[in-house]
Structures are given as structure tokens and as C-alpha cells.
């Protein structure tokens, strides 16, 4: 485990930005020199704090035209066998296991209603470890970060 000083969380700061920005600019932004950037980068990296780098996209221009977070309650000692399964279900965008009300919250996203209900219905309620889902509609949705 590394510790974080207030460069490297400036760091992770730009690279929520922009995570294609040069190596260059985030140096500069930071006030750290270019080999200094990449350095704590790679620790970064080497570390497991930064996993990856992903584009956002809008699920509207992308065709998804409905989207809904579904909670699910499961059987207890299920999560890995109903974790597998929905892994394999390509509408599901994000999966959490939870405590509270319910103990798993997915978001979907849909090319419309029917899309959206067929996904629920048939592929989510299918698991049979899943006791009850409720879904909840998404009007409108942003990305703050």
C-alpha cells in the first residue's frame, strides 16, 4: 500500500479530466517535470489505484433509449453464482454488491421499454438465485466526474 500526497491526488484529479492527456500537460498542470509525471504515474499503476482508462459516452447517441438501476435480493452465499450470470448479460453497465434494502443494484441501459422489460424480466428474474427485483426508471442522467 502507497501513500498519496496532495501531487498524486492532483494527478488522478487530471486524469479524471482528461485521461488522454499528455504526459506533457499533466506535468505542467501539476507543476512536476514531464519524467516526474510519468514516474508517479507508473507507481500508480504498479500500485492498483489506477486500473484502467475508459471513454464516457451519451447511451442516448448510443442508441439507449431506456435506462433503468434494477435492486435486486438474492439468496444468501449466491453473490459469486448470480455475479457470474450477470456479467454475461451485455445491457448491464454497472454492478454493485450493496447492504441496506436490497443487496445488489445494477445500472441497464436499454434500446428502449421493450428492450428494457425483456432484460428484466427474462434475463435478470431468470437467475434463479435472485428472489425479487424492483426497477427504477432513469429520466435523465449526467456524468459528474
Not at 436490497?102 to 421493450?114: E, G, M, P, T
Amino acid at each position: 500500500m502507497i501513500t498519496l500526497d496532495d501531487t498524486d491526488h492532483a494527478i488522478l484529479e487530471q486524469l479524471r479530466i482528461d485521461a488522454r492527456a499528455s504526459m506533457t500537460a499533466i506535468a505542467e498542470a501539476v507543476h512536476i517535470s514531464r519524467a516526474g509525471a510519468h514516474a508517479r504515474i507508473k507507481r500508480l499503476t504498479d500500485a492498483g489505484i489506477i486500473t484502467g482508462y475508459s471513454v464516457r459516452t451519451d447511451p442516448v447517441l448510443l442508441g439507449h433509449h431506456a435506462s433503468a438501476y434494477v435492486t435486486l435480493a438474492i439468496e444468501q452465499a449466491t453473490w459469486q453464482e448470480v455475479s457470474a450470470r450477470l456479467r454475461m448479460i451485455p445491457e448491464i453497465e454497472h454492478m454493485a454488491l450493496v447492504g441496506g434494502d436490497f443487496d445488489v443494484i445494477l445500472l441497464v441501459r436499454a434500446s428502449d421499454a421493450r428492450d428494457l422489460r425483456r432484460i428484466v424480466l427474462e434475463d435478470i428474474q431468470a437467475i434463479p438465485s435472485i428472489r425479487s427485483t424492483r426497477t427504477t426508471l432513469i429520466f435523465e442522467d449526467f456524468t459528474l466526474i
